[in-house]
């Protein structure tokens, strides 16, 4: 059983990045083609010792029915030549990108064993990306999820991560106008989107198989009938109705086209056939001159009605191609407008939640300022009170110690006159001691 975790880290793709791997997915996955294939190309960013992963570039290598094929020592040569390539820019390869059309994103088990490949000592935070165009019909969806092994040392092939990630939104025309172009290309059987490194290199992998002729090698079909534009990819239906115009007249042209050489080939037959007779005829001569104008006559005649048939056949046809045209006309007129009108009304919702969101925003911030205002009265008043607190305190303190040091110095003022009685006393005391000593020497002398 698959241990599968979800991961804390998130991965920041950039919209070239993005740009790059969904353009190479919908080349060779869409609607409009009888055979949708795989594709495998490498992913290229940068990795710091936080864990933030940032995905700058990817780089479209393979296409095929079915890649199962092994991540040999041919892609690790590919991928070293890669790196030394962006090695100016400090980029590396730092995962790969795989798609299975119609199979959903799910990581199988061949993924995971090619990703030992990729995921090792020297890359060992590498990551897959796993896509399924059909999942980009969904709302919400990109159509991918991203996966890396726990414990690729052991080969442990059971336990897996589930990597969230971020996509860096568009700010510039530059990408606008590429959605643009992909939107002129996408209704072809086989739009060139984007280049694989097969296309732009002389040296790729002996072991890249099943890939299918260059694309100049075929020959473009016919756009997509108008009845399969309702299941096409919803995000390029709009851009695909406004070019159905010149693709019908186009069509048109050819259908014409085709008819008109097809009365020269079967007029050219005719007058073929009308030489041979007459040739034949100059070869009877001698049988009969008259029976030979004829047979002459028979044929022209024969030839004229084949013609004027021809001709009506071909305005009866014209006229049904029209009608059709018509038809086609009023059909993509009548998509075209419901897709103006339901983008109409998307744009005005979406204008009128921004401009509610603006007024939001600001009576917010008119309420934000009136709290600022409001703070700020009540710190100015906060540090009035506090000036005049300050100013009691300073002066009761003042009070205070004034008091108590005019009480202290009537102390020792106090103190100082009983000292100085206390000194007196000692003096006459002394005094008094000392006539008392002569009083009792002095009597001591007469005994």
């Known amino acids: 059983m698959n241990d599968v975790k979800l991961d804390d880290e998130q991965i920041y793709i950039t919209k070239e990045a993005f740009r790059n791997m969904i353009t190479h997915v919908l ?22 010792e936080d864990g933030k992963t940032q995905l700058i570039n990817a780089i479209p290598v393979s296409h095929g029915k079915g890649i199962q094929i092994s991540i040999s020592q041919s892609y690790i040569d590919l991928i070293i030549k890669i790196e030394e390539s962006y090695k100016e820019q400090d980029i590396k390869v730092i995962g790969w990108y795989i798609s299975h059309p119609s199979n959903g994103v799910e990581w199988n088990e061949q993924d995971r064993k090619n990703h030992l490949s990729i995921q090792n000592n020297k890359k060992p935070k ?34 897996f991560k589930l990597i969230d990630f971020k996509i860096e939104e568009p700010k510039t025309m530059d990408y606008f106008k590429w959605v643009k172009k992909f939107a002129e290309d996408f209704h072809k059987s086989n739009p060139i989107l984007i280049n694989e490194i097969r296309e732009v290199s002389e040296t790729i992998p002996n072991d890249l198989q099943e890939i299918p ?98 001709i009506d056949d071909q305005k009866d046809f014209i006229s049904q191609i029209k009608k059709k045209q018509e038809k086609l006309e009023e059909e ?38 009136a709290d600022i205002n409001n703070i700020g009265a009540r710190i100015l008043k906060t540090k009035n009170k506090m000036d005049i607190i300050t100013k009691t305190i300073s002066n009761k303190l ?50």
């Not at 009888?34 to 594709?39: A, F, L, R």
């Not at 998307?346 to 917010?364: M, V």
Request: charged share 35%; net charge positive.
């Open 213 to 310: 002729a260059p694309i100049e090698d075929f020959e473009e079909k016919e756009s997509l009938p108008l009845e399969r534009l309702k299941s096409s990819n919803t995000e390029f239906i709009n851009k695909i109705n406004t070019f159905i115009y010149g693709d019908i007249k186009n069509w048109m042209q050819n259908i014409d086209q085709i008819t008109l050489d097809g009365s020269d080939k079967l007029l050219k037959l005719i007058l073929e056939i009308n030489g041979s007779i007459s040739s034949g005829m100059n070869n009877l001569r001698n049988w009969s001159k008259q029976e030979i104008i004829s047979l002459t006559d028979r044929v022209k005649e024969t030839a004229k009605d084949l013609i004027n048939k021809n």
């Open 332 to 369: 993509a007129i009548r998509i075209i407008n419901e897709q103006s009108k339901n983008n109409t009304e998307f744009i005005k919702a979406k204008i009128g939640s921004f401009h509610e969101k603006i007024d939001d925003l600001k009576t917010n911030q008119i309420k934000v300022k």
């Open 398 to 447: 003042k009070e205070i110690i004034d008091n108590k040091r005019n009480e202290n110095i009537n102390k020792l003022n106090s103190m100082n006159t009983k000292i100085n009685k206390f000194d007196k006393e000692v003096l006459e005391i002394n005094e008094k001691v000392k006539d008392l000593e002569n009083s009792i020497s002095s009597s001591l002398k007469k005994i």
């Open 27 to 48: 080349r060779f996955g869409h609607d409009s083609l009888e055979t949708n294939y795989e594709v495998i190309g490498f992913c290229l960013g940068r990795q710091d």
């Open 126 to 159: 590498a990551f897959s990306i796993v896509f399924d165009h059909k999942l980009l019909k969904k709302e919400n969806n990109f159509g991918f999820k991203i996966y890396r092994l726990l414990d690729y040392k052991k080969g442990d092939l059971n336990r």
